[in-house]
């Protein structure tokens, strides 16, 4: 997606900055507090879901990338056996 939009941008005209501000302290700085800023807005969308009993958070080591870590962490979060179990609160599935 992110290659498409360059494109889009591209071809209207619109020159790509360039420059360090990427790498500065600053800026790394804020692009953190952004990050969690918007993860715990997120948790809080999904906490004050209608129904939301539970709050999962499934994560997934050891994967050769990002994108098969989510796979793996989606096809866990969407098992409605998982979600059975969770919600009845099965001993058996308690975290270490």
């Given at each position: ?10 071809a ?22 952004l ?49 059975t ?12």
């Open positions: 997606m992110r290659h498409q939009h360059e494109r889009y941008r591209a209207a005209g619109e020159r790509r900055i360039q420059g360090s501000h990427q790498r500065r302290p600053a800026y790394e700085a804020f692009v953190a507090e990050t969690d800023l918007c993860t715990d807005l997120a948790h809080n969308i999904v906490r004050d879901g209608e129904g939301a009993t539970k709050f999962i958070t499934v994560r997934v080591t050891g994967a050769p990338d990002e994108a098969a870590a989510h796979a793996v962490a989606n096809t866990i979060a969407i098992s409605p056996l998982v979600k179990a969770f919600y009845g609160g099965d001993a058996n599935w308690a975290a270490s």
